[in-house]
């Protein structure tokens, strides 16, 4: 398995997400088992069924953040340039078709989160801005078409 690549923030959300679902989920839906368990019958039973699927869920949950926190490496370690866009980056665009500005951070795909304008690095989007510099105009393919940006700004 490769390197997982975080923020310290978002190696802190994974952690702490892992903790709630050990400490309090796992706890909830073993108890809700339980009490299915005792309604009887369990081929017929829709509690047992449903709290067991949410069992297996949580069990799937847990065991992929405990790969990938096991895989991680924290950006702030990693001697990345600053002079171009890669992973960490904090990216100031203009869209040249609708001249708005944009603010994208690059992160690994663990962590995106696009309403708080984190992008993953594999995203159309991320792919098409790795590698640039401030200044640079890059002609991005998305499903939706051809996004025109200007790099205005890189920060880290």
């Known amino acids: 398995m490769s390197e997982v690549y975080l923020s310290r923030d978002g190696y802190a959300k994974l952690k702490e997400e892992l903790k709630e679902l050990k400490e309090t989920e796992r706890p909830t839906v073993r108890q809700a088992l339980q009490r299915a368990r005792e309604f009887g019958d369990l081929s017929e039973n829709a509690e047992y069924a449903a ?3 949410r069992l297996m869920f949580l069990e799937q949950r847990i065991s992929k953040l405990e790969d990938t926190l096991s895989r991680a490496t924290l950006l702030e370690n990693e001697a990345i340039p600053e002079d171009k866009v890669y992973i960490g980056a904090t990216v100031e665009l203009i869209d040249l078709k609708r001249d708005r500005e944009l603010t994208y951070m690059l992160v690994a795909p663990e962590e995106a989160d696009f309403e708080a304008g984190k992008i993953s ?5 991320g792919k098409g801005l790795l590698g640039h510099s401030e200044g640079e105009e890059v002609e991005i393919k998305v499903p939706a078409g051809v996004l025109n940006y200007r790099i205005v700004k890189i920060s880290r």
């Not at 690095?121 to 989007?125: E, M, Q």
């Open 51 to 53: 709290a067991k699927e």
């Open 121 to 125: 690095t594999t995203s159309p989007i």
